[in-house]
């Protein structure tokens, strides 16, 4: 160990630690990794000025004073790095929890898809022509469809009290931008169109997961509307008030269809991705037929796929498919069942235990595991369990990229999230 009388503190100046330990700059600029953070003057003293974020590899170590452990804290040089862990340790925080949060929900979904069809029966038995008085009043026609859409409308609630929940601007980097915002506001530091701020550090994708969820729901409830709208033995009143909830329903949804695929391309997310493209042509094949089944027939929303397109569409999706299919694999059914829907087949055909347990697996696959976690090249978290390093060439969940590995090396561009298994390694569920 250097002796302090060997140090020149002015070439190399001593910084003091908030628990009175201290070091030598270029000690501490070590320790610190700084070159990892700035970009600093060839002398290797002046930071010239901070790397994007992007190129900062993720969740650095929490730091600490090596003589005694405790935080860093207060010291304007390193201000950046330590701020950079204690966000990079919310986001993980705030992943793991979206995870579990999502998988409750998912389940809650196909609780409801698969309660659907005895639902519908009921509802159907109860309200055929021949069992209701004819000229019902608007108001019994309202009292029953509120009675049985009660179940829909509260599971409605939850999906979208959970994408808000993970929305960009509730992660932890974006509230940090929020902040910075409006403390420079204040000040009039920030004007015109120049920001200080960097795009989204990690893409966890749980908004669009969220997003894609709610198109599922919405697809099983639309499906449900219209078997029961082409029921014939079902009072007229109650079949033309729900073939009206599906044309007041359609716009809407085929325009989230479009945010949805457009926000998974640019994210990179393979499987929301095919799900987005998926029920777009749904919501057209549907758009179309309800469209030619009311009395009065009209032309589908503008946002919906052309029947010659719609078929093109599916097409494009198995291409897809047969170039992912590591990642898509369990959404093979989802092709197949549009396929046979937009050719004139079912509405809706339950998922099977076997095949629910495809997609357990799959949503396991991101967040699960007795190892570390990673960022791949595109700022996807994932888990790799074993000895925590990647043992075989294997593929990001979400986009497909490499993320390992021959030697237990990690492939290009994947970054360790070395301090995540302390707070959240073995998380199963």
Known sequence: MQRYADVDVNKDPIIFLPCGHFYTRSTMDGIMDLRQYYVVGPEGETLLQPKPVSEVAASPIQPYCPGC?????????????????????????????????????????????????????????????????????????KAAIVAYEANATKLQARIRKFVKGVSKIEQPFARVNALLASALARTDALSGDLTPFEEMAVLTGFQLRGDCLDLQFNW??????????????????????????????????????????????????????????????????????????????????????????????????????????????????????????CCGGAFYDPVTANEKQQIYRAMAAQFTGTGHWYYCKNRHPFTVGECGLPMEQAQCPQCGESVGGQSHEAAAGVHRAQDFEAQFGGVSG
Do not use: M
């Not at 992943?95 to 196909?110: F, I, N, P």
């Open 69 to 141: 452990r405790r935080p860093l804290r207060d010291i304007h040089r390193y201000n950046r790095i330590v701020k950079h862990a204690l966000i990079d340790e919310s986001t993980k925080r705030f992943v793991s929890k979206a995870h579990r949060d999502y998988t409750t929900l998912y389940e809650a979904v196909q609780l409801y898809e698969d309660q659907l069809e005895s639902a519908r029966n009921e509802f159907v038995s109860k309200w055929r022509a021949q069992n209701v008085e004819k000229g019902l009043l608007s108001a019994e026609i």
């Open 220 to 341: 099983a409830l639309l499906s449900d509307y219209a078997n029961i709208q082409q029921d014939g033995t079902v009072s007229s009143q109650i079949r033309v008030t729900f073939c009206d909830k599906i044309n007041s329903r359609l716009p809407q949804l085929l325009t989230r269809c479009h945010t949805a695929l457009a926000d998974a391309i640019k994210g990179k997310f393979i499987a929301e991705q095919l799900q987005a493209t998926i029920y777009h042509t749904l919501f057209s094949q549907l758009a179309h037929t309800s469209a030619a089944a009311r009395a009065n027939p009209t032309k589908p929303p503008t946002t919906a796929l052309g029947q010659d397109r719609i078929k093109d569409t599916l097409e494009e999706c198995e291409l897809l498919f047969r170039c992912h299919k590591s990642i898509l694999g369990p959404y093979w059914k989802l092709i197949s069942d549009a396929a046979r829907y």
